[in-house]
């Protein structure tokens, strides 16, 4: 299987991915909506990629299984907040953003109608002019019971680094002069409570679990 399909996701995500970032007021700083597989812009502006992955802990009778909607990053000088979009259970994304020590701060995880927001605190290191691997993020989300965890785990694999530098290159041949890295977001393992957050708009509140 491969392990980085850019291309093939650019045309999937085409009907739903934004195209160009979008800013949010926020109290602490504006949010930053960016799509996973947004085409890259600038030569010298830093590139992080990688891949989330979400499983399900157990055995369920829900018609719905969880996805990872978007994950946050906040850089932990400016305070910036960065919402990349997933929208999948298993997609890769490459993303520019400036170089900076970052934050792993929040997940939401979607179930159908269901939507919940984990606190996270995983950290790690953008260097500059410099295309930095971040592994593959696997998000476990328990089975629906009350006051659910999502575990997250974060691994190193050589062969999807390389498959996924590959591509890259083929894509946007200006960045061959550029080194890559590996930076993991530390913790490489975590556990956070699951908080629900309202429904999608047109599903009635009779239709939602309890609030945790």
């Known amino acids: 299987m491969n392990v980085f399909l850019l291309g093939i996701a650019l045309g999937e995500a085409a009907g739903c ?9 926020s109290a602490e700083s504006d949010t930053l909506i960016v799509a996973a597989d947004k085409p890259i812009t600038e030569a010298d502006k830093p590139i992080i990629m990688g891949r989330i992955v979400t ?11 969880p996805h990872v909607r978007f994950v946050e990053l906040i850089n932990r000088a400016t305070r910036q907040r960065y919402q990349v979009m997933m ?6 994304f ?16 979607s179930e159908g109608p269901f939507m919940s927001l984990a606190d996270l605190h995983e950290t ?14 696997r998000f476990g989300v328990d ?4 006051g659910p965890k999502v575990l997250v785990s974060i691994i190193e694999d050589d062969e999807a680094r390389r498959d996924a530098e590959h591509r ?13 890295i590996t930076a993991l977001p530390d913790p490489v393992v975590a556990e956070s409570r699951l908080y629900e957050v309202a429904s999608y708009p047109r599903i009635p509140p009779y239709f939602r679990r309890h609030w945790w």
């Not at 991915?17 to 007021?25: E, K």
């Not at 790690?124 to 993020?137: D, S």
């Open 17 to 25: 991915a934004i195209d160009a970032p979008v800013r949010l007021a």
């Open 55 to 65: 499983l399900l802990l157990g055995p369920t009778t829900r018609w719905y299984g």
């Open 87 to 92: 929208e999948s259970d298993d997609r890769h």
């Open 94 to 109: 490459l993303v520019e953003i400036p170089a900076g020590d970052y934050e792993l701060s929040r997940a939401q995880i």
């Open 124 to 137: 790690f290191t953008v260097l500059p002019e410099r295309i930095t691997y971040v592994g593959t993020w």
């Open 143 to 146: 089975i629906p019971k009350y």
């Open 168 to 180: 890259v290159l083929a894509q946007y041949p200006q960045w061959a002069d550029h080194s890559s």
